[in-house]
């Protein structure tokens, strides 16, 4: 089985695949920690010296790499792995499985406002911004977000309550 989960930064893809892939005992991969034990580098770093562009162009490859070398995963990708070159298809192609973890702008915010530092597109802007940003850059990339087969309301949730959610979809 593969279930890859999408969502804006602090959606909790990260956290929510990781229960999820104990729960039903499937390897778990995070796309962020697999880009950065390929390069050697963190995801701030490879922002930092390489530059964006490199990130995406190294992102849409292991990307592609995982679905064309496995089977049997929970992959959390990065927030904007779906909204780049063609991953979205890519994605939908090969796994039935595909879910939008959805959180309102104020969740995000207060999420997101704790651990700015490590996200490279947000670490600059000042907090008072931050919800414009994140409501604006949030509605570019709903469009792809919503190609996901099932949306999964996040709010007020624990990553538990959105594992059994998520698991009662699985196809
Ligand atoms: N269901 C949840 N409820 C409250 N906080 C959460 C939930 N899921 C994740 N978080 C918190 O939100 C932040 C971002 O989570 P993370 O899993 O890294 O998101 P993503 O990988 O989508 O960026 C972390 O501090 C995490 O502990
Ligand atoms: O939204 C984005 O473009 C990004 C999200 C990050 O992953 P998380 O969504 O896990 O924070 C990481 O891939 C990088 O900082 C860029
Ligand atoms: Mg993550």
């Known amino acids: 089985m593969r279930i890859v989960l999408l969502g804006y930064m602090g959606s909790g893809k990260t956290t929510v695949g990781k229960t999820l892939a104990t729960d039903v005992d499937i390897d778990f991969i995070d796309l962020d920690d697999y880009i950065e034990n390929s ?6 770093e490879i922002f930092a010296s390489k530059g964006e562009i490199y990130f995406r162009k190294k992102e849409g490859e292991y990307l592609k790499m995982i679905l064309s070398d496995k089977d049997n995963f929970v992959l959390s990708t990065g927030g904007g792995t779906p909204c780049y070159g063609d991953n979205m298809n890519a994605i939908l192609e090969g796994t039935a ?12 915010t207060e999420r997101l406002l704790k651990e ?13 911004d931050l919800p414009d940003f994140i409501g604006k850059h949030l509605f570019e990339r709903t ?8 949306n999964v309301y996040c709010d007020n949730k624990t990553s538990e309550k959105i594992t059994n959610e998520i698991k009662k979809l699985l196809v």
């Open 143 to 150: 469009l792809f977000y919503e190609r996901a087969h099932h």
């Open 97 to 108: 499985n595909v879910f939008y973890l959805k959180v309102s702008i104020k969740e995000l």
């Open 116 to 128: 700015k530092e490590h996200r490279p597109l947000i670490k600059n802007i000042a907090d008072t």
């Open 39 to 44: 390069e050697g580098l963190s995801v701030a």
